[in-house]
């Protein structure tokens, strides 16, 4: 019965001694290639198909602007001129054989505004790139962090994994010698069994954000990813007034809307030089045959043609009607999205402030007392004055706080990538540190 309780003691203090060493410690993995994420972001605005595509779209609507300026092709024209039924080119006079080009002038001011409105077009596609590649960042620093966030969850699952095994040990150890309960044993084996699912479903989790991320970068789906560098907290210093401010100025949604109202009021303008007719000049030669008796010269033709816009009512008049309710109504899109920006904007940042209250409390606070806790039940239990169950609630207490305060620093940085979309500026590491 001695050697039994010797064995025990040993093991027990065996068992304590790998305890305090297991939460200061990382569990062993494989090392792989470190990711950062400014070279991350750099990558995806190099090579992401989204941002290309925007790029590509805006090279089109450039192309349209030299196009809107243009005149009209002008117009070959080839005829006869008062043939007779005969088939004749010598009866008559005026019988000839003619050829003829026209030019189309449009009136004073609307080749320029067709080229204007082109142009303010191609600046609000122009910043559809930079909102995509916005958004595209955004995508990014939320896979890398989530990614970021699963490596640390693996961590600390792995580590309490190995403490509730030796727990379990401990557990089977008293129950061996009958100074225990069937019931410690049971509950320490479910609780290793919870962080065994846990696990798989990291697992699961880490693959699918790689994918994530390596399809957001362009590469090929067989390219490896790499483990995410440690996130440091930056805190954000700007106030929502400023904010706000720095979104109206710089967030690209705005500013497409922007040129896109001046593209409208161009239509607008453009619309009521419509009133205002073209002019259409014409020249023509014509050739004549000679007849028997006579000699004929050729002929020359000019001519200046106008159209006459009659029915102003049910076009020209129709026509500036829809470009200026075309015009109420981006204005009213764009007040409706600087609302919603600025709305989001005092949003994200609350939840940024928020997030940040409770990194600091987890940090300073939750975190050291859990584990003072765990500390405490260690000793209590080494002198048999608290039961199993309170030493393993305790670390199970602990764990969930890891988990939380590293979630905690995962959703301030995902907020932080949020609201730098929103308001189209990324923060440099000055704003962003303390």
């Known amino acids: 019965m001695g050697s039994s309780l010797f064995g025990l003691v040993k093991v027990i203090f065996f068992s304590f001694f790998i305890l305090m ?15 950062n994420v400014d070279r991350l972001v750099d990558e995806a605005l190099q090579n992401n198909p989204e941002i290309l595509a925007a790029k590509q779209k805006w090279e089109v609507y450039k192309e349209k602007v030299p ?8 117009m070959l024209g080839f005829g006869i001129i008062s043939l007779p039924t005969n088939f004749s080119f010598r009866d008559e006079d005026m019988t000839m054989k003619e050829i003829s080009i026209s030019q189309m002038f449009p009136f004073y001011g609307k080749r320029r505004l067709m080229g204007e ?29 989530e990614l970021s966030h699963v490596y640390q969850t693996t961590e600390v699952t792995q580590r309490t994994k190995e403490i509730m095994e030796s727990f379990a040990k401990i557990a089977e150890s008293k129950y061996s ?15 290793v069994s919870k962080m065994v699912d846990e696990l798989i479903m990291l697992g699961q989790r880490k693959r699918a954000l790689e994918a994530k991320l390596i399809a957001l970068l362009n590469r090929p789906p067989e390219s490896p990813a790499g483990k995410p560098e440690e996130v440091i907290f ?6 929502i007034e400023e904010l706000q401010k720095m979104a109206l100025e710089m967030n690209p949604t705005l500013k497409g809307m922007k040129k896109m109202i001046e593209a409208k009021e161009k239509a607008y303008a453009l619309a009521k030089r419509e009133y205002y007719p073209d002019f259409n000049f014409k020249f023509a030669y014509g ?26 009512k049910v076009k020209q008049d129709r026509k500036v009607a829809e470009t200026k309710a075309d015009i109420l109504n981006w204005e009213a899109q764009y007040r409706a999205m600087k609302n ?29 007392q859990a584990s003072l806790q765990v500390n405490s039940a260690m000793s209590a239990y080494r002198v048999n004055k608290v039961d199993f169950l309170t030493l393993l609630d305790s670390q199970i207490t602990l764990y969930k706080y890891e988990i939380e305060y590293h979630q905690a620093l995962t959703e ?14 990324r923060f440099s590491q000055k704003e962003e540190g303390k």
């Open 340 to 368: 919603e920006i600025l709305f989001m904007v005092a949003d994200m940042t609350a939840m940024i402030h928020q997030r940040e209250r409770q990194y600091e409390l987890y940090r300073t606070g939750i975190i050291p």
């Open 21 to 35: 060493l297991l939460p200061y410690s990382s569990s062993a993995q494989s090392e792989k290639p470190k990711l």
């Open 117 to 145: 409105m082109a142009g303010k077009e191609a600046e609000a596609v122009f910043n559809e790139i930079q909102e995509r590649a916005n958004r595209v960042i955004r995508d990014v620093k939320t896979a890398y962090y």
């Open 412 to 425: 301030y940085e995902k907020n932080a990538a949020n609201l730098e979309a929103v308001v189209g500026k």
């Open 67 to 74: 196009q809107a300026r243009a005149l009209p092709d002008p």
């Open 177 to 191: 010698v009958g100074e225990g309960l069937q019931q410690d044993v049971l509950k320490a084996h479910v609780e």
């Open 287 to 312: 050739q004549r045959d000679n007849s028997p008796d006579m000699k004929r010269r050729d002929m020359l033709t000019g001519m200046m043609e106008i159209n006459i816009p009659i029915f102003y």
């Open 234 to 239: 930056r805190k954000l210093p700007l106030t």
